[in-house]
């Protein structure tokens, strides 16, 4: 291991600067705006890349690429859930100013995650050896294709967890601007990389050899920048300790229950449905599946957010404040994701015909995947927040039951019931649904005492209440223009997306967020001299 130490700084005048807020909260509400606006990026390459593939390759190779995303993720596991449990305790000795625990912990953590890279880089190379033993049949010609993707995905993987120490000490700093501006920019490029490799006449293959160079220069860019922030860090091999590393697979592997589940959900099932339907079917799965995953994705964003300032909080015996937290945090949620939810119910299949075309135009399986995914997406800061206290093993174990129900469910309606993607879409959610609504919010009420009956009244009534008319709004466009969906779906987003705005900008945005939608612009065109220069001429 090599040192990477932090000078200290000796100036009186940076000493006598107001303290940084080491528990995160003044940084949530401008954290969360900017791991979402980063996250953009994500969202537009979610909607250009696949249907490009499916132009550019064919659906079948879609499938293909969807199939071995699915594998690889598996390998994820080997991390054992270390880079989770380093954001926690890095955000929990650096509110207490015990530097010398931080270190233990990310050199204990670098050097487990090391270990697992390697792991990773020989289950990697012998998983795509055996692609054609397993999977010969469903994937036919593909097969080779097949192999080299998985092996350049894999080895992706690889890099990914051997550096994910430093990931967990840029969250634990606080520091989520830093960290969506460098995932958000070096995966732009990749993606622009990608689009040149397919109108260049690149293969499959190209795309998994330019996903992982952009992966090596992310996380490398990520090890310089935790170096830079963390005030004191130190990467030695001294600084291993054995009790560090037992409290780290403790923590992690709570943590690592939930991971499980999710790949059990979504991982498991595209598998299984390479096996019963083939790789085509994959793909017209995939796609409203990646429509709620980006959903999914933008809420753990937020959410994750709440882990080191729950953690901070705790250790102050703040139990009040959580409590707040809990409230809030899931009220948003719940205001952020019923209209999108309400809008894939409604109009989730003219969505798909309009973004891949009419081959992918199923609006029932957006809307089943919708409705069952809602109070799961809504409460995901429960999550969190359980992590952040250390108390998330009993709701790991919950999901994780929920999973294997779900791909039991999935197994009987694909396999023996016939029912296609619908049974898929059913088996999944359900058990989804009852967990999110009768256990996990019982489970949270207990650890911070709270009265069950008063979060559901204080979370879900006032969303339900405000995207009511957007939600009219939408069905009686359906209904007036049953057989021009476009037309319907453009009528009633424009006038109930109108309604919701004013609703919520009155009652919902937080008075320091309509100041800066006020203030900023004015500042930024103060800045470049172009307000200055129009008064002047006025």
């Given at each position: ?183 958000s920019g070096w995966y732009a490029a990749t993606v622009v990389g990608m689009i040149i ?76 449905i390479i096996v019963y339907l083939g790789p085509a079917m994959l793909a017209l799965y ?253």
């Open positions: 291991m090599t040192d990477l130490p932090k000078s200290q700084s000796i100036n009186p005048e940076q000493d006598a600067k107001p303290k940084e807020d080491l528990t995160g909260r003044d940084r949530l509400v401008s954290s969360v705006f900017f791991s979402w606006a980063s996250y953009l990026v994500f969202i537009i390459a979610g909607f250009i890349m696949p249907r490009m593939i499916d132009r550019r390759l064919g659906q079948e190779l879609l499938g293909v690429w969807d199939f071995a995303w699915s594998l690889v993720t598996y390998f994820s596991l080997v991390q054992a859930g270390i880079g989770s449990s380093v954001n926690r305790y890095v955000a929990r000795y650096r509110a207490s100013g015990d530097i010398t625990s931080v270190n233990q912990i990310v050199s204990s953590a670098f050097c487990i995650l090391s270990f697992a890279g390697l792991l990773v880089m020989g289950l990697t190379i012998a998983v795509s050896l055996l692609l054609p033993q397993l999977f010969s049949t469903r994937l036919g010609e593909h097969i080779h294709d097949a192999q080299l993707v998985v092996f350049f995905l894999g080895a992706s993987i690889c890099i990914q967890i051997t550096l994910g120490a430093f990931n967990g000490v840029l969250t634990g700093c606080h520091r989520w601007k830093l960290q969506n501006i460098n995932i490799a397919l109108i260049s006449g690149g293969g499959l293959w190209v795309l998994a050899v330019i996903t992982f160079a952009g992966q090596v220069l992310c996380d490398v860019t990520r090890m310089i920048l935790a170096n830079k922030v963390c005030e004191g860090l130190q990467l030695r091999l001294s600084l291993v300790r054995w009790l560090t590393m037992k409290k780290l697979f403790v923590f992690g592997a709570k943590t690592l229950i939930p991971s499980v589940s999710n790949l059990l959900l979504n991982q498991t099932i595209s598998i299984m995939a796609r409203p599946r990646s429509l709620i995953r980006h959903l999914d994705t933008l809420m753990r964003k937020m959410a994750m957010i709440l882990i080191p300032t729950t953690s901070s909080l705790q250790s102050t015996g703040k139990l009040q404040e959580i409590r707040e937290l809990l409230i809030k945090s899931v009220r948003y949620s719940f205001f952020i994701v019923l209209p999108i939810i309400v809008m894939l119910v409604v109009f989730g299949g003219p969505i798909l015909q309009f973004w891949m075309g009419p081959r992918y135009a199923n609006g029932l399986i957006p809307a089943i995947l919708a409705t069952g995914y809602l109070a799961a997406l809504a409460q995901t800061p429960i999550l969190m927040i359980l992590a952040g206290m250390n108390a998330h093993g009993r709701a790991g174990i919950g999901l994780f039951i929920t999973s294997l129900f779900s791909v039991g469910l999935t197994v009987l309606a694909v396999g023996y019931m016939k029912w296609g993607l619908v049974g898929a879409a059913v088996g999944i959610t359900l058990p989804l649904t009852i967990l999110n609504i009768a256990y996990l919010p019982r489970l949270i009420c207990r650890k911070v005492e709270l009265s069950t009956v008063r979060y559901f009244m204080s979370v879900t009534v006032g969303p339900a209440l405000h995207v009511l008319p957007f939600a009219l709004c939408l069905v009686g466009a359906r209904l007036i223009f049953p057989t021009k969906p476009f037309a319907g779906l453009l009528w009633g987003g424009s006038v109930g997306g109108t309604v919701l705005t004013i609703l919520y900008w009155r009652n919902v945005l937080p008075d320091r967020i309509k100041m800066w939608v006020f203030h900023y612009p004015r500042k930024m065109l103060r800045s470049t001299g172009f307000l200055s220069t129009t008064k002047s001429v006025i």
